[in-house]
């Protein structure tokens, strides 16, 4: 394994390296909300008047951004996943929203979320049909380019379904071009590796760096903790090959956070909170802000894990150890750098299952951690215990399922 030096070096070396897209967007993880996780693709209003997609829906949920903190904290884009459009393009050959759900259309509510000091964000497929068979954009780049920028979006997530593997890689990098044309800065979230890792191609990351400002890697997340888990395998078991393409305007992306919703426990929603923090992930909460309860709000507000997460190194977090077999330490270098050493962010996470919060121990020297003075540290969701330095190792107790969530800066 890596020392957490040659970690250090080697992300840094890279990321001078590769140019980023250059529109100057993303420089930290973007942050916001989106539709899918929570609401997927409900389109019926008479069976779920409160969850259906629909500028009801996500004008509430706009609203409860701003009052309830999330955007001072740093949640900035609302994002309208899959399912939002009618099934037909307009007499123009524009798409067009469903006319029943968003009848105001679509600048008039990216407007509205704009007038609350948010950014609007909106989904589309490359292919010929979205995943869930609404009009893709294959056919009609330069059209729907100029329509995205006409309805003043500021974010898009570009899926990857009912394509044509050989054009696949050629059609993102052409609708980035259209996107920059209209001189209408958008964020640009692009699937292409989700399209091809599966499938045993290894993606061009540093052509992803220069053409997209986020990509997602890797399977859908789903309501469950082993969705959470099989996620993190993939991450660490290819985090050699794709870490060093995060960057300031560039990121993977592991996909939502699910905290808020029905199938992590809080301890569990800390740990999904941890290690997207460490990886450098966007963080995308997709929950009903009207119901989530206080703890997991609070989980999502936890300025500590944001900060982290928003680190201005944007150094993408890796799995540097696993003690006592299946507690995992991922550790992330932070500002501030005191005496040529960087901060450091560690989260432990247990991957065990049997009954009792165990202890794990990492030796300090394997994290790269040799300041004689000391470090200040912080227990980011336990603050009472941050006595956890002994005999020159970091030692904790992590709950089944659960993490220990740390930063230290060295002492001065
Ligand atoms: C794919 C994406 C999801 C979501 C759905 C919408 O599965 O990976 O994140 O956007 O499509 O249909």
């Not at 393009?89 to 000091?117: C, H, M, T, W």
């Not at 052509?207 to 991450?235: A, G, H, P, Q």
């Not at 696993?322 to 991922?330: E, F, G, S, Y």
Request: proline share 6%; charged share 20%; glycine share 8%.
């Amino acid at each position: 394994m890596l020392t957490l030096f040659s970690f250090v070096i080697t992300t840094i070396v890279v990321v001078t390296k590769v140019e980023s897209l250059d529109n100057g967007l993303a420089l930290t993880p973007p942050m916001g909300w989106m539709t899918w996780q929570r609401f997927r693709c409900i389109t019926d209003c008479e069976q779920y008047p409160l969850e259906c997609i629909s500028e009801k829906l996500i004008k509430t949920m706009a609203k409860r951004m701003v009052v309830d903190g999330y955007l001072k904290a740093g949640y900035e884009y609302i994002i309208v996943d899959d399912c939002w459009m009618s099934n037909k393009r307009d007499s123009e050959n524009r798409l067009q929203p469903d006319p029943i759900r968003f009848p105001s259309g679509i600048k008039s509510l990216a407007n509205y979320v704009q007038s609350l000091g948010l950014k609007f964000g909106i989904y589309e497929d490359s292919g010929y049909k979205t995943c869930a068979g609404y009009p893709g954009i294959y056919g009609h780049l330069e059209i729907d380019a100029q329509t995205f920028a006409d309805w003043e979006v500021d974010y898009i997530k570009l899926d990857g379904c009912y394509n044509d593997p050989e054009t696949l890689v050629d059609g993102y990098i052409r609708f980035g071009e259209l996107l920059n044309q209209t001189g209408r800065p958008i964020v640009y979230s692009c699937s292409w590796p989700a399209y091809e890792e599966p499938l045993g191609i290894k993606s061009n990351y540093s052509l992803l760096t220069e053409k997209c400002n986020l990509w997602r890697n890797w399977d859908d997340i789903e309501d469950s903790w082993y969705n959470v888990t099989n996620i993190l395998d993939w991450f660490s078991e290819n985090q050699d090959r794709i870490a060093k393409y995060s960057g300031p305007g560039h990121w993977n992306d592991p996909d939502m956070l699910l905290v808020g919703n029905f199938a992590l426990s809080e301890d569990q929603s800390k740990a999904q909170m941890a290690i997207w923090s460490i990886m450098a992930a966007p963080l995308l909460m997709s929950v009903d802000l009207r119901t989530i309860k206080p703890e997991f709000r609070q989980i999502l507000l936890n300025p500590d894990a944001i900060a982290i997460n928003q680190d201005k190194l944007g150094i993408m977090g890796k799995l540097v150890y696993t003690a006592l077999k299946r507690i995992d330490v991922w550790a992330k270098p932070i500002m501030p750098i005191v005496n040529g050493e960087f901060s450091l962010a560690i989260g432990f996470i247990s991957n065990r299952i049997d009954g009792y919060p165990r202890i794990a121990s990492v030796p300090m020297k394997t994290l790269g951690l040799n300041n004689p003075k000391g470090y200040h540290i912080t227990n980011i969701f336990d603050p009472e215990y941050v006595d956890v330095i002994s005999g020159g190792n970091i030692v904790v107790r992590v709950k089944p399922s659960g993490t220990v969530f740390l930063k230290l800066i060295p002492k001065d």
